[in-house]
Every structure is written in C-alpha cells, then in structure tokens.
C-alpha cells in the first residue's frame, strides 16, 4: 500500500519557522519526485516547491523563494520543507505528493498524502 504521512504543521507567528516532513512507502521511491503543494479553500492548489528524489533539482513556487527550503533524507524516504519567515499568506493546508513528471501539474501526481495544516498569525 503507497502511503504518504505529512507531519510537522502547526501554529507559528509572522517571522516565525515551521519544518513539514513527508514520509513515503509503498513505492520505489527513486521512482518519482515528490512535491509540496498547499491548498486555501475557494482558492487553486499551489504548488510550492518539488525535489527530484536522489538527484539534485529542486524548484520552488516565487511566493516561497528565499523563505522555503525542500531537502530529502534517502535513508529515511522522507522529505521536508524547511518553511523560514513565515507569512499569515502561507496559511493553508499542506500536501506532499508523488508524481512522475517534473511540473507543477497537480494531475502528474499520483500520490497524495492527507495533508497538514499550517496557520500563521499576524
């Protein structure tokens, strides 16, 4: 069964730092890439950063340039996003996901994890 388990969302301050870990199984995991994306209700999913597993690319959204960074732990199969100067706008629910394509297109990716909230306050 392929799973994907986000942890690490919570509550933060304006300023503040928040680090989302995505843990995958299932799968081979060299296979895909994973991506963050956040989703706000009545508003589009917004991906916000991907990583290429055991390469080196990764890419992010402009909103969370310089602010956000994803890295991998291959030993672990798990991902994180490092979330720095946090912004009442980065309030959302996060999602890893795993796809097989590298774009920002939400239909390329065939794994999804629950999600995890994430609210900042102002």
């Known amino acids: 069964e392929v799973q994907l388990v986000e942890t690490g969302g919570g509550s933060a301050q304006a300023g503040g730092s928040l680090t989302l870990a995505c843990t995958a199984s299932g799968y081979d995991w060299s296979s895909r890439y994973i991506g963050w994306f956040r989703h706000v209700p009545e508003k589009e999913r917004e991906g916000v950063a991907r990583?290429?597993?055991?390469?080196?690319?990764?890419d992010y959204a402009d909103s969370v340039k310089g602010r956000f960074t994803i890295s991998q732990d291959n030993g672990k199969r798990t991902v994180y996003l490092q979330m720095n100067s946090l912004k009442p706008e980065d309030t959302a629910m996060y999602y890893c996901a795993a796809g097989w394509r590298w774009t920002w297109d939400s239909k390329a990716f065939n794994y999804w994890g629950q999600g995890t909230q994430v609210t900042v306050s102002s």
């Open positions: 990583i290429l597993i055991l390469g080196t690319y990764t």
